[in-house]
């Protein structure tokens, strides 16, 4: 899967960077997620943006599923703070 990103450029899906954000987002909102917290959500990331996506998924739509995810798995706060850090880059 490949990620078109806001200049129009493509790279490979990373789910590394997004477990790297989530783990860094949390810890700047004081709302610890453990490893298995950021397991279980980056893979239900990964699965919504291949399963709605297909081979290519929009930077905002991936920003759009991360937010998702998280909100329905109770982690409102992390989702607010990802989205309003998140503005500029995946």
């Known amino acids: 899967m490949k990620v078109r ?3 129009g450029g493509l790279e490979e899906f990373d789910i590394e960077k997004i477990k790297l954000v989530l783990e860094r987002i949390s810890d700047e909102c004081h709302e610890s997620m453990n490893s298995s ?3 279980i ?3 239900s990331i990964q699965q919504t943006a291949e399963k709605d996506y297909g081979k290519v998924i929009t930077h905002e739509d991936l920003r759009k599923v991360v937010r ?3 909100e329905q798995n ?3 706060d992390i989702a607010e703070a990802y989205m309003r850090g998140r503005a500029a880059s995946a």
């Open 68 to 70: 998702d995810t998280l």
């Open 5 to 7: 990103k806001s200049d």
């Open 37 to 39: 917290d950021i397991r």
């Open 74 to 76: 109770g982690f409102v």
């Open 41 to 43: 959500i980056s893979s």
